[in-house]
Structure formats: C-alpha cells, structure tokens
C-alpha cells in the first residue's frame, strides 16, 4: 500500500517528500509502533543511518525482543563465506 502526499501539503511543511518520511519514521519509532529496523526501512535509511539520525536528536534507542528478533533472522540470512 503506497501513501500519496500531494505537492501542496509538503509545500505547507516547507518538507521534502525525504525529510517527511524521516520525521515519520521518527515519531512511529518514539511512540513504539515500528522497530528501528522498520523505522529505518520507512525513512529510506540503513539502521546506522537511522541511528545516528535519532542521536542527532538525543532520542534514544530502545531496543527490545522484536529488535533482536529481527537481527537474528538477519544474521541467519547471512552467508558466512
């Protein structure tokens, strides 16, 4: 499912279609509906991206058993040779 913001709300923010996915990314992540994983992924950011973006800012990171669950399942994704 795509969201469609048009021009003249942007325009309103004074917002690249960018810089709106970050502030959304971020206050989805503070208010714990998303990972930092998904966070990220929304803000179109690798995780170190994303969370250099949230110490930028001083928000700190909280990291729980769906953090670790998702960089497990990574981990196993992984090739090791």
């Keep these: 499912m795509g969201l469609v913001i048009e021009d003249e709300i942007l325009q ?10 970050r502030e ?3 206050l989805l992540f503070q208010r714990e509906k998303l990972t930092l994983a998904q966070a990220a992924r929304l ?5 170190l991206q ?3 973006l949230l ?3 001083r928000i700190p990171t ?5 953090g670790l669950r998702e960089d497990l399942e990574t981990l196993s994704r992984i090739d090791p040779s």
């Design 12 to 21: 309103a923010a004074r917002m690249t279609e960018e810089e709106l996915r």
């Design 24 to 26: 959304i990314a971020i």
């Design 43 to 47: 803000a179109h950011l690798d995780r």
């Design 50 to 52: 994303f969370q250099h």
């Design 55 to 57: 110490a930028s800012r």
């Design 62 to 66: 909280h990291y729980g058993e769906e």
